[in-house]
């Protein structure tokens, strides 16, 4: 098994990461992270506005996958996400989808116990979710900002149980994760979710597939999850590429596939509050007639 601590994280995908751990396929890999924010808010007297942003959004990692090729797919099923016993919440003027409504800046520091998140006198049930997790990108992309890599997608979906693959643009792939979630609803609305540290528990394996956008697979569905600065561009892109997978594993012509997408492809969202929004389309397998990359 290879544990690789928080101490070794990065801030950017790039193509000049430098590995700080080697896996095989089929390996078991552990992630010990930090929160999204560095650590650095530690009382709800510590805003957004005092940390150092150079410590935000850091990634642990990244881990050479031997045998990923450039034009393959690295794949990595998320085993466990373990979460730290306290979250934070932060927002601030011009932060999320309100931002011209928030006068200062806000943190909430949130206990986790028990499975719950608590909030103010609720109880809100835990879903540990991953919000960067990427690989080498061909130019260098900050972590705070997705893409085809990967990145900041922050995507509910991406939890114990799922399987995400990533296009490799450099050979070894280069696998770093961070910012997890106790909790996080769609939207993401005021710029932070339940910001926790953690440990990340995967299985990395590779695939030969060739693919332009992460896609995450759960028992019942695939996602294809597309990042863009203008929402209704990402939405175009991701119906493009829902439409093109549905051919692709049906054998339908383009029209029949756009048409059977429209109705039973769901369009969802992830986030709305990141450099790049990131949009979702769900494939239910059921429709999909066959049985590929089923686990
Ligand atoms: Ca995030």
């Keep these: 098994m290879i544990v690789v601590p928080k101490e070794k994280h990065v801030y950017s995908f790039g193509p000049n990461m430098k590995e700080v751990a080697r896996a095989k396929p089929g390996d078991i890999v552990i992630f010990e992270t930090l929160d999204a924010l560095g650590g650095q808010i530690k009382t709800e007297n510590d805003t957004i506005e005092k940390i150092d942003f150079s410590r935000v959004n850091p990634a642990t990692g990244p881990v050479?996958?031997?045998?990923?090729?450039?034009?393959?797919?690295?794949?990595?099923?998320?085993?466990?996400?373990?979460?730290?016993?306290?979250?934070?919440?932060?927002?601030?003027?011009?932060?999320?989808?309100?931002?011209?409504?928030?006068?200062?800046?806000?943190?909430?520091?949130?206990?986790?116990?028990?499975?719950?998140?608590?909030?103010?006198?609720?109880r809100i049930p835990i879903k540990p979710m991953i919000g960067v997790i990427g690989v080498a990108s061909e130019e260098e992309i900050p972590t705070g900002t997705p893409g085809k890599h990967g990145g900041n997608m922050d995507t509910n979906l991406i939890t114990i149980g799922s399987t995400v693959y990533f296009p490799v643009f450099k050979d070894g792939a280069y696998l770093a994760l961070g910012d997890l979630h106790a909790v996080m609803a769609d939207g993401e609305v005021c710029v932070s979710a339940c910001e926790v540290s953690g440990r990340v528990t995967v299985k990395v394996d590779v695939v030969d597939w060739k693919i332009e956008w992460p896609i995450v697979e759960?028992?019942?569905?695939?996602?294809?999850?597309?990042?863009?600065?203008?929402?209704?561009?990402?939405?175009?892109?991701?119906?493009?590429?829902?439409?093109k997978f549905i051919m692709e594993r049906t054998g339908l012509s383009w029209d029949e596939a756009y048409m059977l997408a429209s109705l039973v492809m769901d369009v969802q969202i992830s986030q709305l509050v990141d450099p790049k929004k990131t949009i979702r389309v769900k494939i239910p397998k059921i429709f999909l007639g066959g049985t590929f990359r089923v686990e």
């Excluded at 085993?79 to 200062?104: F, M, N, S, Y």
């Excluded at 759960?218 to 863009?228: G, K």
């Design 64 to 122: 050479y996958v031997e045998g990923a090729k450039r034009g393959m797919a690295l794949k990595v099923k998320v085993l466990d996400i373990e979460v730290a016993d306290r979250g934070v919440i932060v927002t601030a003027p011009g932060a999320g989808v309100l931002g011209d409504k928030v006068r200062e800046p806000k943190t909430k520091v949130c206990e986790i116990r028990d499975g719950f998140v608590h909030f103010n006198g609720l």
């Design 218 to 243: 759960t028992s019942e569905a695939y996602y294809i999850l597309v990042s863009h600065e203008n929402l209704e561009e990402a939405i175009r892109e991701a119906v493009n590429q829902g439409v």
